[in-house]
């Protein structure tokens, strides 16, 4: 199947600072991304939608100054959280559809980076 | 709006069969996904429907009812390492970016020796 890589795994830092997860397509070509948050215990809600070359599209009550999106080729999305706080503090995942011949068109997902904000 | 309702948590022995519920309101509908999730790790596809009926996938099985906005998840002869949250997730066809999916809290399936 279609594999996504996520870059880092796991990261901490210091509140108000900015950290940037890369989200990449590895055997196929993505124009599409989706990130999305989930706190513990609780399902996975969709932050925004990225395009290659052109802005992202983002959910309701999602700061698009905050949660900035880049999506610079048909492989990388990269979503850097700016001047994090604590309450940013959340599992942080992306997920990519692979257009190849698929009938179900399924998103495939990344592993996830675990963003601790102290 | 978009609603999708499903058991918080359910509990089986190994062995026997459990049937999660997933039902769904949405103003659009372009095919219902099924979502394996161990404790932090990512989702895994398990099973995809968009036309009512019963697709059969080895021990896990998934139906759809579009009419009634309803769909299970079948999984049988539970294995320990089933233990995990299974998320039912709706594909919209009315929104902006086509090929978004909206999740449903996920259900907690224990499975008990």
């Known amino acids: 199947g279609a594999v996504v890589s996520q870059h880092p795994s796991r990261v901490i830092c210091k509140s108000g600072t900015s950290v940037k997860i890369e989200c990449r397509s590895l055997d196929f070509q993505a124009t599409t991304m989706f990130w999305y948050r989930q706190f513990p215990k609780q399902s996975l809600m969709l932050m925004a939608t990225?395009?290659?070359?052109?802005?992202?599209?983002?959910e309701q009550g999602v700061e698009k100054d905050k949660f900035l999106i880049n999506h610079a080729s048909l492989t990388l999305s990269t979503l850097t959280v700016t001047s994090a706080h604590p309450e940013d503090s959340s599992f942080y995942i992306c997920s990519a559809r692979d257009l190849r011949g698929r009938e179900y068109n399924e998103q495939f997902f990344g592993p996830g980076t675990r963003l601790t904000v102290l | 709006g978009q609603n999708i309702d499903q058991p918080t948590e359910m509990t089986a022995t190994e062995g026997a069969i459990v049937q999660i519920n997933c039902t769904y309101q949405t103003s659009g509908f372009n095919g219902l996904f099924w979502y394996q999730q161990h404790a932090g790790e990512a989702p895994t596809f398990l099973s995809y429907n968009v036309l009512d009926g019963l697709e059969e996938k080895g021990r896990f099985s998934s139906f759809l009812s579009r009419s009634k906005g309803y769909s299970y998840l079948l999984l049988k002869e539970l294995q320990m390492k089933d233990s995990a949250s299974y998320l039912c997730?709706?594909?919209?066809?009315?929104?902006?970016?086509?090929?978004?999916?909206?999740f449903g809290a996920g259900t907690q399936v224990v499975v008990t020796p």
């Open positions: 997730a709706v594909r919209d066809t009315k929104k902006v970016s086509w090929g978004k999916l909206q």
């Open positions: 990225s395009n290659e070359g052109s802005k992202a599209t983002y």
